[in-house]
């Protein structure tokens, strides 16, 4: 009798340590420390990135002419809360000329603006296409 409850303590306390084990793995994996609104539940932390698209990232034109502009969607990500932004400028050249490229504008929990001044690189809006400028970006907010 001993040996059997002494059996079924062992196979309790393994139990438990499994199931200690398996909540520790569950933690969020994603941590944010502060952002633009009141934090959510860490559960609720998301990564999230994109891009506009080497073949399909559409700039427009500033009124003044020199600048360029283009919005991002990123309602995909699901957020409920504005994201921390962090972008890119990426294509096959002259980008690394171009002023504005880690600057994010009017960001919302589904879109924001990226504004690049590309009269150092002498492009047009009609040659950024053929350059494959884009925009990569990365956001990390709440779900929930």
């Not at 303590?9 to 633009?36: D, H, M, W, Y």
């Not at 400028?89 to 919302?108: F, K, P």
Request: aromatic share 10%; with cysteine.
């Amino acid at each position: 009798m001993k040996t059997t409850t002494a059996i079924v303590l062992l196979l309790v306390v393994c139990n438990l340590a499994s199931s200690i084990e398996l909540a520790k793995k569950k933690r969020p994996t994603v941590q944010i420390v502060n952002g633009e609104e009141e934090n959510s539940s860490q559960n609720c932390a998301k990564v999230c990135s994109g891009t506009t698209g080497r073949a399909t990232t559409v700039f427009q034109d500033y009124s003044d002419g020199k600048n360029v502009f283009v919005d991002v969607d990123m309602s995909k990500c699901g957020f409920a809360k504005i994201p921390n932004v962090v972008i890119s400028v990426e294509g096959s050249s002259y980008h690394w000329q171009a002023l504005g490229t880690s600057s994010v504008y009017n960001t919302t929990p589904t879109t924001f603006r990226v504004y690049l001044n590309n009269e150092h690189a002498g492009l047009k809006k009609f040659l950024l296409a053929s350059k494959r400028w884009n925009i990569d970006w990365i956001a990390v907010g709440f779900t929930c």
